[in-house]
């Protein structure tokens, strides 16, 4: 079993100020092949009780976003919390089907810290802090790696940063420079900029200047999956 504390995908929304928030102990989870369960513990460092809620979901992508689904192939339990002041809950994560999958299978876990029920929103609930956690179930065998592509492109959104994975395993991505044949450096993302899911294609704004010199090859560095990586980037012919 293993864990990636990659803290820039820590997603956190509050609502509403307080003195402690909901914690949690891992911010990425791996389930080996014979692995069907998980434990993740929450922990309430206030003085005042907390309340949460913990939701699955099938993780996919379209070339902008990530699509999540409701699913009951993994499950959480207990679904919802209550943390006593400087108290602690272990959530179980179970997978439903205990066979081995035959490809990476990628989830999230949606952990909302929410009010008291005596102070609920009227119009659905108040969410003061949310947690967004990467679950991969993962296939018998050596892990697989990401195969990514690279290209830069054009629309009416301005320059894009495509990356596309056919590759068997995800690919994390993060601290994204682009150097254009000039020697320009532009940032695509200083921290964590998403992931690139097996099969899947993803893709980002590149912020530049106005009237900036694309042509040419451009030059990559970014860290995927932990890991330095340089590569060269085409950009569409169309352009």
């Known amino acids: 079993m293993r864990r990636t504390l990659f803290l820039g995908w820590l997603i956190t929304a509050c609502a509403t100020a307080h ?78 089907d205990a066979q081995p999958v035959t490809a990476e299978q990628s989830y999230r876990i949606l952990i909302d810290e929410i009010p008291p029920p005596e102070t609920a929103a009227i119009n659905g609930v108040n969410i003061r802090l949310r947690y967004s956690v990467p679950v991969f179930v993962e296939p018998p065998g050596a892990p697989g790696q990401p195969i990514l592509s690279w290209q830069v492109l054009r629309d009416d959104r301005g320059w894009l940063l495509r990356v596309s994975n056919t590759g068997s395993r995800r690919g994390q991505i993060g601290t994204v420079q682009l150097t254009t044949a000039a020697g320009k450096t532009y940032t695509v993302g200083k921290g964590l900029l998403g992931y690139a899911l097996p099969g899947r294609t993803r893709q980002w704004k590149v912020d530049v200047d106005e009237g900036a010199d694309m042509r040419g090859t451009l030059k990559l560095r970014a860290y995927v999956n932990a890991l330095p990586l340089e590569a060269l980037v085409s950009i569409d012919p169309r352009l």
């Open 19 to 96: 003195a402690a928030s909901l914690q949690i102990s891992q911010v990425m989870i791996e389930l080996r092949a014979n692995e069907n369960a998980y434990g993740i513990t929450l922990r309430n460092p206030g003085e005042q009780p907390l309340y949460g809620q913990v939701r699955v979901f099938r993780w996919d992508q379209s070339v902008d976003d990530d699509a999540l689904t409701p699913t009951q192939d993994l499950m959480a339990s207990p679904p919802i919390l209550q943390i006593a002041a400087q108290g602690e809950q272990q959530v179980r994560l179970i997978r439903r």
